[in-house]
T-cell receptor, first 113, second 112 residues
């Protein structure tokens, strides 16, 4: 069975600083990988996805993620965070398309001025 | 921009009562899902629905749960006899080609 690990429960970053959120997955083949963001009181919004091809994928709101097969990782990055990026971030994996997404436990991001 | 809408945003129900959570997926989407998130825990898959039938379900989705697409636009999740442990945020999602899923805002279900 696939699983997702987000080792950081809570991260605090200064506004304007760079960000990296970690995600490791466990799956027998190359899975489909996703990052979602959940702002307070909101639903889950897809930031970006990786299905195949270029291992560096660009998403919305200036986010990018890099798939590294050798490390079973799909870390999310942003060069300069904005106060509006404060939210909960979820990494997810699926064996085919997005049938039965398996989510990580999430990383809560706090931005300080 | 099209979106998945869920109603109600918050539902309080007594233990043992039936509850129906409603979702309107994006209109041309073909795949539909329910997930739930118990407070403080991860988002968990419940069920997927395609071509008017369940395509996959998790072990959480037992006989107390059912899904229906009654009129070609709504997608509902019914819990027949609610238990305290059913209290959670329930998310509906839809996708066009079994690729990226679009999620609704969620319905917070509180069982008292």
């Amino acid at each position: 069975a696939q699983s997702v690990t987000q080792p950081d429960i809570h991260i605090t970053v200064s506004e304007g600083a760079s960000l990296e959120l970690r995600c490791n997955y466990s799956y027998g083949a190359t899975p489909y990988l996703f990052w979602y963001v959940q702002s307070p009181g909101q639903g889950l919004q897809l930031l970006l996805k990786y299905f195949s091809g270029d291992t560096l994928v660009q998403g919305i709101k200036g986010f990018e993620a890099e798939f590294k097969r050798s490390q079973s990782s799909f870390n999310l990055r942003k060069p300069s965070v904005h106060w509006s990026d404060a939210a909960e971030y979820f990494c997810a994996v699926a064996p085919f398309g997005n049938e039965k997404l398996t989510f990580g436990t999430g990383t809560r991001l706090t931005i300080i001025p | 921009e099209p979106e998945v809408t869920q109603t109600p945003s918050h539902q309080v129900t007594q233990m043992g009562q039936e509850v129906i959570l409603r979702c309107v997926p994006i209109s041309n989407h073909l795949y539909f899902y329910w997930y739930r998130q118990i407070l403080g825990q991860k988002v968990e898959f419940l069920v997927s629905f395609y071509n008017n039938e369940i395509s996959e379900k998790s072990e959480i989705f037992d006989d107390q749960f059912s899904v229906e697409r009654p009129d070609g636009s709504n997608f509902t999740l019914k819990i027949r006899s609610t238990k305290l442990e059913d209290s959670a945020m329930y998310f509906c999602a839809s996708s066009l080609m079994n690729t990226e899923a679009f999620f609704g805002q969620g319905t917070r279900l509180t069982v008292v």
